[in-house]
């Protein structure tokens, strides 16, 4: 399954080249000079497409391109740096912690609409989560985003 990352950055070393500081092996973990447990996380692509509407409102920019843009370049790297965009990051991924501690455990959401060539039917994908393992993780983005923006650091987010 496809994977996107966010790490804490200092702003002084986000470029063109970020990417080049950080590489993922075989499992497609990340791998980076001074990357904690505490200063990355990972979710899951049809999680991120899940909440990717709210994930549009954020005010962001892309280093490839050296454009500002909105929400986060789903196959590519975009960084949250603004002070005013990382407490709303912040904002967000706490109310979607507050909406799913109110799921029951697994967390069974509805993912993208697919077709079955061979059954000539279509549905939609069944996207199932252990709840403290999904709230933990948006926890720690969470508590990233709010580091970030207290120590004038960013968030970069590598897209799948």
């Given at each position: 399954?496809?994977k ?5 950055e ?11 500081y950080?590489s993922w092996d075989?499992?497609?973990r ?18 991120i ?11 962001t920019?892309?280093?490839s391109?050296?454009m ?6 789903n ?7 603004e002070?005013?965009?990382?407490l ?13 501690s109110?799921?029951?455990?697994p ?36 508590n ?5 923006g207290?120590?004038g650091?960013?968030?970069v987010?590598?897209?799948?």
């Amino acid at each position: 399954m496809p994977k996107h990352h966010f790490v804490i950055e200092n702003k002084s070393q986000v470029d063109g080249n970020i990417h080049t500081y950080y590489s993922w092996d075989s499992q497609g973990r990340i791998h980076g000079s001074g990357l904690t447990t505490e200063n990355h996380t990972t979710l899951e692509d049809e999680f991120i497409a899940y909440l990717y509407d709210s994930l549009q409102w954020l005010d962001t920019w892309n280093p490839s391109t050296c454009m500002r843009c909105s929400g986060l370049n789903n196959d590519g790297i975009t960084v949250i740096e603004e002070q005013d965009a990382l407490l709303k990051f912040h904002q967000l991924i706490r109310a979607w912690i507050d909406v799913f501690s109110h799921a029951p455990d697994p967390i069974v959401l509805t993912g993208n609409y697919c077709f079955d060539e061979k059954e000539q039917k279509g549905c939609y994908e069944k996207l199932v989560y252990n709840k403290v393992e999904l709230i933990d993780e948006l926890h720690k983005l969470a508590n990233m985003a709010e580091y970030a923006g207290v120590n004038g650091k960013c968030i970069v987010h590598f897209g799948i």
